[in-house]
Structure formats: structure tokens, C-alpha cells
């Protein structure tokens, strides 16, 4: 089981980024999908997550109307669109599989895979 992250980088506020998460070794068409992040400092955190065939999301308050979360079960895709960004939203970013998709928190200890994350930084 493997996911990679990529797309991460620095940008300055207001500018926008859209990450990218391969899964192999597994069908990640049978899970939830999901992203977090940790910034410097701070505990890691629940940013998006998404059912097995897209017909459900969740958002962090922080990020609901500037990130968008998706996925391409045929390529094993999951994918983090993130607009507006603020330099609240450095931190690194990370992919992880689920068996089931939560309503409300989304427990960090749930996920059953993660992947190595990606660093987004936002500073002018």
C-alpha cells in the first residue's frame, strides 16, 4: 500500500495550488479518501475528506469554499484543489485511506494509510 503526494510548493497569498495523491497496491476505489495537514508546531489536522464514488464530501470550516477535494477511482487519483490560499495554510499536506467515510470528525487514528505529504508554504 503506497501514496504519494505531490503538487506542494510556494506560492504567495491569494494564488492557488491543486495537489495530487497516486494510491498502488490497493484499490482505492473501496475507500474514503482523505486530506490533512500540519503545520509547524501543531498537531496534524483534518482538512477534506471523500466517499468511495464522490457522492459525499466534508470540509474543515477553515477551508470550505476554497479547497475542493476529488478523486479519479480509474487512475487511482485523489486530488486537493486549494484557491485563496492564506499563509494560515502552510503546513505539510497528506493523503490518507479510510474504510469509511465520517460524518463530523474524522479521526486521524481511523485512517488505515497514509502518505509521506507534500509542503505547501504561502508567504509573499
Known amino acids: 500500500v503506497q501514496l504519494v503526494e505531490s503538487g506542494g510548493g510556494l506560492v504567495q497569498p491569494g494564488t492557488s495550488l491543486k495537489l495530487s495523491c497516486v494510491a498502488s497496491?490497493?484499490?482505492?476505489?473501496?475507500?474514503?479518501m482523505n486530506w490533512f495537514r500540519q503545520a509547524p508546531g501543531k498537531e496534524r489536522e483534518f482538512v477534506a475528506e471523500i466517499s468511495r464514488e464522490s457522492i459525499n464530501t466534508q470540509y474543515a470550516d477553515s477551508v470550505k469554499g476554497r479547497f475542493t477535494i476529488s478523486r479519479d477511482n480509474a487512475e487511482n487519483t485523489l486530488y486537493l484543489q486549494l484557491n485563496s490560499l492564506k499563509p494560515e495554510d502552510t503546513a505539510i499536506y497528506y493523503c490518507?485511506?479510510?474504510?469509511?467515510?465520517?460524518?463530523?470528525?474524522?479521526?486521524?487514528?481511523?485512517?488505515?494509510?497514509w502518505g509521506q505529504g507534500t509542503q505547501v508554504t504561502v508567504s509573499s
Open positions: 490518507a485511506a479510510a474504510r469509511f467515510f465520517y460524518r463530523g470528525t474524522v479521526p486521524a487514528n481511523a485512517m488505515t494509510a
Open positions: 497496491g490497493f484499490t482505492m476505489a473501496t475507500y474514503s
